[in-house]
């Protein structure tokens, strides 16, 4: 029986779009829209600053580095904040109904600025009060390492928990880990295949 309930954030809760952050960068880059892309898709980058290895006053500095641009560390936050998308893709019905009968738990690659824009952005998130971000534990999706620590912090067998992801490396990351895990297309389909399980949807 499904106890706990984890979801992502990108793409499963709110939405984003890394070409609108790069739009709103080239007004303060000299850099080409395909130049100020590499930067942003660098995975190297990506995955130091969402494990933690690199600070946020690290990170702004060497996107501004690459980027060859001077802007305040506010107006850095704004600019890279503007690739998340205004409407979520859950609705807040949905997410209260789930959390009358369900432990509702965040499991998200992120880091520092962008989980501290979308939490004062997205009302919606306050409903979901526990969280396993990638930059504070030290490691991100897939790795068999988080989703250990997902079950950890649980604290109930992996059959059962829900997780939902748009990824479905991640999704199957969390099933070799015992966790009943389905990949997320929409609310709808999402809704179909919770059902599907036995689950409660409605309040």
């Known amino acids: 029986m499904i106890k706990v309930i984890y979801f992502d954030l990108g793409r499963v809760i709110v939405d984003f779009d890394h070409s609108r952050a790069a739009r709103e960068f080239l007004k303060v880059t000299p850099l080409s829209l395909e ?12 995955t130091e600053y969402e ?5 946020s006053q690290e990170h702004y500095q060497e996107v501004c580095r690459r980027l060859r641009m001077k802007v305040s560390m506010e107006k850095f936050w704004e600019l890279w904040g503007s690739m998340f998308l205004p409407e979520p893709l859950l609705s807040e019905a949905f997410l209260q109904a789930l959390k009358k009968r369900y432990r509702l738990m965040l499991l998200s690659n992120t880091n520092e600025i962008h ?3 979308v939490i004062q952005r997205y009302p919606i998130l306050r409903i ?3 969280r396993l971000l990638s930059y504070r534990a030290g490691c991100m ?7 250990d620590l997902a079950i950890q912090k649980a604290g109930v067998a992996p059959e059962s928990i ?3 992801d ?12 015992g966790i009943q895990a389905l990949q997320f297309h929409s609310e709808n389909q999402i809704k179909r295949d919770m059902l599907s399980l036995g689950m409660a949807i409605s309040g």
């Open 166 to 177: 748009d990824r479905p490396e991640n999704v199957e990351a969390a099933q070799r880990a």
């Open 141 to 147: 999706k897939p790795e068999a390492r988080i989703f």
């Open 128 to 130: 979901i009060e526990e």
């Open 35 to 46: 130049e100020a892309m590499a930067v942003f898709s660098d995975n190297a980058l990506v």
């Open 162 to 164: 829900f997780f939902t």
């Open 51 to 55: 494990t933690g290895r690199m600070s």
């Open 115 to 117: 989980f501290d824009f």
